[in-house]
């Protein structure tokens, strides 16, 4: 079996993230940052670990929210006012939003006219924008694709006014995930062909998130060309934003379970863990994709110990439908299953569903000392959500 003793040391189940992996990745935004003269912003809807916003507050220009949970947990915790954006603004949270924020932007004409009067009335300085939709992605799951046919995100050109609308000084699109520079490239012609008219009259362009920047093999220096190229083309935008989540928390971190049984199903060994993929890893089944296992690998003709990993709940299709895995030793209960890379859109998406417990989360810090930050179980917060 693959050497998982230092995990030992941690509860079960537990999210784990490493505080030098994270650095590193903050450390490498941070010189895309001032090589391109830009600004990098965490979004917490991709990595909202935070016990570590201090850290990140030292690299990152500040942090994007969807909602008024986000903008609020980024003031008080990163202490610095939120880039907002959200498809819909609620009446009776949108002074709250206001307060918290530094740039908000709209996702329709109707949204900004609704809501105008009390926005240019707030006495803080706050900069407003809209989403446009460019009509142009290169994602391939359609769940997570903004710029598909019909879709309810970003205003097409053509709803556009000739001008920007007064007091509107930025515009935001949004259409990668998980993309490289040359993706951004393609989306960026196909912005400037739309909006290029509008964007000659901004402060501030906001290139949304999706950069997958802190990838092994992403282009950096063809990013910050990019970049550079683009502000170059427009001197008058004062500040060029790119708000990355996944690419701030990429493989700093591991989800940490054990094996509670082994099932045989007619052939079918099935390793049934401590965690469920519907309440823990809902990627798994949404996105879908397969998660690393360390030291589990692909099976093939010659393997023998091939198994399926099961989750808790009792969701039928609670476990991982992208195929099993190979381990060097048959697997038997308490035995460790360690999912790697667990730290971005995985903790942010959990649910409570079948009341199934939630694994605690965890540091290692720079000096290699665990801080254990919550303890698995949430009784009190799964009674609380249901009331």
Same mark, same amino acid.
């Given at each position: 079996?693959? #050497?998982?003793?230092?995990?030992?040391?941690?509860?079960?189940?537990?999210?784990?993230?490493?505080?030098?992996?994270? $650095?590193?990745?903050?450390?490498?935004?941070?010189?895309?940052?001032?090589?391109?003269?830009?600004?990098?912003?965490?979004?917490?809807?991709?990595?909202?670990?935070?016990?570590?916003?201090?850290?990140?507050?030292?690299?990152?220009?500040?942090?994007?929210?969807?909602?008024?949970?986000?903008?609020? %947990?980024?003031?008080?915790?990163?202490?610095?006012?939120?880039?907002?954006?959200?498809?819909?603004?609620?009446?009776?949270?949108?002074?709250?939003?206001?307060?918290?924020?530094? =740039?908000?932007?709209?996702?329709?004409?109707?949204?900004?006219?609704?809501?105008?009067?009390?926005?240019?009335?707030?006495?803080?300085? *706050?900069?407003?924008? @809209?989403?446009?939709?460019?009509?142009?992605?290169?994602?391939?799951?359609?769940?997570?694709?903004?710029?598909?046919?019909?879709?309810?995100?970003? !205003?097409? =050109?053509?709803?556009?006014?000739?001008?920007?609308?007064?007091?509107?000084?930025?515009?935001?699109? =949004?259409?990668?995930?998980?993309? +490289?520079?040359?993706?951004?490239?393609?989306?960026?012609?196909?912005?400037?062909?739309?909006?290029?008219? @509008?964007?000659?009259?901004?402060?501030?362009?906001?290139?949304?998130?999706?950069?997958?920047?802190?990838?092994?093999?992403?282009?950096?220096?063809? %990013? !910050?060309? %990019?970049?550079? #190229?683009?502000?170059?083309?427009?001197?008058? *935008?004062?500040?060029?934003?790119? $708000?990355?989540? $996944?690419?701030?928390?990429?493989?700093?971190?591991? %989800?940490? /379970?054990?094996?509670?049984?082994?099932? #045989?199903?007619?052939?079918?060994?099935?390793?049934?863990?401590?965690? /469920?993929?519907?309440?823990?890893?809902?990627?798994?089944?949404?996105?879908?994709?397969?998660?690393?296992?360390?030291?589990?690998?692909?099976?093939?003709?010659?393997?023998?110990?091939?198994?399926?990993?099961?989750?808790?709940?009792?969701?039928?299709?609670?476990?991982?439908?992208?195929?099993?895995?190979?381990?060097?030793?048959?697997?038997?209960?308490?035995? @460790?299953?360690?999912?790697?890379?667990?730290?971005?859109?995985?903790?942010?998406?959990?649910?409570?569903?079948?009341?199934?417990?939630?694994?605690?989360?965890?540091?290692?810090?720079? +000096?290699? /000392?665990?801080?254990?930050?919550?303890?698995?179980?949430?009784? +009190? #917060?799964?009674?609380?959500?249901?009331?």
């Amino acid at each position: 079996m693959a #050497d998982l003793s230092k995990y030992e040391a941690f509860p079960s189940p537990c999210y784990v993230m490493f505080e030098d992996a994270l $650095e590193a990745n903050l450390q490498l935004l941070n010189l895309v940052q001032e090589e391109a003269g830009v600004s990098i912003i965490c979004a917490l809807k991709g990595f909202a670990f935070w016990h570590s916003f201090p850290l990140i507050r030292n690299y990152l220009a500040g942090a994007t929210a969807s909602s008024l949970n986000e903008a609020r %947990l980024i003031v008080e915790e990163m202490q610095t006012e939120a880039h907002t954006y959200a498809p819909v603004y609620l009446e009776e949270e949108f002074e709250s939003l206001l307060y918290y924020s530094s =740039h908000l932007t709209f996702n329709s004409l109707n949204q900004w006219y609704k809501y105008k009067e009390k926005a240019i009335a707030c006495p803080k300085k *706050i900069s407003f924008g @809209l989403r446009v939709n460019p009509e142009y992605s290169e994602i391939e799951t359609d769940l997570y694709n903004p710029a598909l046919p019909g879709s309810r995100l970003g !205003i097409l =050109h053509e709803n556009m006014p000739e001008h920007l609308p007064e007091h509107i000084e930025g515009l935001h699109f =949004h259409v990668l995930c998980e993309n +490289d520079s040359y993706a951004l490239e393609n989306s960026l012609k196909a912005f400037e062909a739309k909006f290029g008219h @509008l964007i000659k009259e901004c402060k501030w362009v906001n290139f949304g998130g999706g950069h997958h920047i802190t990838r092994v093999d992403y282009d950096v220096p063809h %990013l !910050i060309q %990019l970049l550079q #190229d683009f502000k170059s083309r427009y001197p008058n *935008i004062e500040d060029v934003i790119l $708000e990355p989540g $996944e690419a701030v928390g990429w493989q700093t971190g591991v %989800l940490v /379970s054990t094996v509670e049984d082994v099932l #045989d199903n007619r052939g079918t060994q099935i390793a049934m863990l401590n965690i /469920s993929f519907s309440c823990h890893l809902p990627d798994c089944l949404e996105m879908p994709y397969k998660p690393s296992v360390l030291g589990a690998s692909e099976p093939n003709s010659e393997s023998k110990n091939v198994y399926r990993l099961g989750g808790s709940s009792c969701l039928a299709g609670d476990y991982i439908g992208m195929g099993d895995f190979a381990f060097e030793e048959p697997l038997e209960p308490g035995d @460790l299953i360690v999912f790697d890379d667990m730290i971005h859109y995985t903790m942010v998406k959990t649910t409570y569903f079948n009341g199934v417990k939630h694994p605690g989360i965890g540091v290692v810090k720079g +000096d290699g /000392s665990f801080l254990l930050l919550s303890e698995p179980g949430d009784y +009190d #917060d799964y009674k609380k959500k249901l009331s």
